[in-house]
């Protein structure tokens, strides 16, 4: 995402932000402003209400009551999702990205913004542009294996990538899945699900309790990866099925755009719109 006309980093705990905005001078130095007023507040309030955000959604019970705005948008955003195990929790990169977008986008004539949330990126375009960005099938051993071309016509506005690899927890053996969606909230709650969907049983691979490696996590005893073996192309095969299959349904139900699923040296591309090319 280069090419920026102004970019700057926010930090705060276990959040790092790296942002970018095209426009002119004006606009740029106001965008600034309001992404270094609104930022401090976040990691507070989270915290606030980090006990409920850390529930899993039952469907058929009432919506829990939070007042942080962020929070909210973790909720909205899994809630569609809650027909398996899932937590705001799972949301939350996306949502503190697309919350903080924005507060640098609204009543702006920024050309172009992202909010990038470690890998969980929220995007502004106005009419007649684009952003383009690379896609990293295994941060293990980084490299570009492919491009996402996103232009303001298109639905896209939130990119999200979850595997075993990153920072966040994960059911799944995916190296990485990279999904596209309306926000960055929905594509990382999406992201989370689909990585968790490309899985074998194997004994090869190695599961812990997500409370082991974390004691607070939202996960509990759920098991999680921490270690894939190298498998067979079979069974990487077996794996990245099960995750298109994932993939392809949550895109034909319109709750995503697109994805890329990455395993081993194996890619697959869920793409109907022609947006992603691999490397």
Request: charged share 25%; aromatic share 4%; glycine share 8%.
């Amino acid at each position: 995402m280069s090419g920026f006309s102004r970019s700057f980093e926010l930090h705060a705990g276990p959040i790092g932000l790296r942002l970018g905005c095209d426009g002119d001078a004006k606009e740029l130095s106001r965008a600034e402003v309001r992404a270094r007023k609104a930022f401090p507040p976040i990691l507070p309030s989270l915290a606030d209400e980090l006990e409920t955000l850390r529930r899993k959604i039952e469907i058929d019970k009432p919506p829990p009551t939070l007042s942080g705005r962020v929070a909210r948008r973790m909720y909205e955003a899994a809630l569609p999702f809650a027909d398996e195990f899932v937590t705001p929790m799972a949301a939350v990169a996306g949502a503190v990205a697309d919350y903080m977008l924005e507060q640098i986008a609204r009543n702006t004539r920024l050309r172009r913004a992202f909010v990038n949330n470690g890998g969980d990126i929220a995007i502004h375009l106005n009419p007649g542009t684009s952003m383009r960005l690379a896609l990293v099938g295994n941060i293990a051993a980084p490299a570009v294996d492919g491009l996402i071309r996103i232009d303001a016509g298109s639905h896209v506005r939130g990119v999200a990538t979850s595997g075993w690899r990153g920072r966040s927890f994960s059911f799944g053996i995916a190296d990485s899945v990279t999904v596209l969606a309306r926000t960055a909230a929905t594509a990382d709650v999406a992201a989370t699900l689909v990585a968790n969907a490309v899985n074998i049983d194997d004994p090869a691979i190695v599961r812990r309790p997500a409370r082991d490696l974390l004691p607070d996590s939202d996960l509990g005893d759920m098991a999680v990866t921490v270690g894939v073996p190298p498998l067979s192309r079979a069974k990487i095969e077996a794996a990245l099925d099960r995750g298109e299959v994932r993939a392809r349904h949550l895109v034909d139900e319109g709750r995503i755009e697109a994805a890329a699923l990455f395993l081993g040296r194996e890619t697959r591309l869920v793409d109907p719109r022609g947006m992603l090319a691999a490397g």
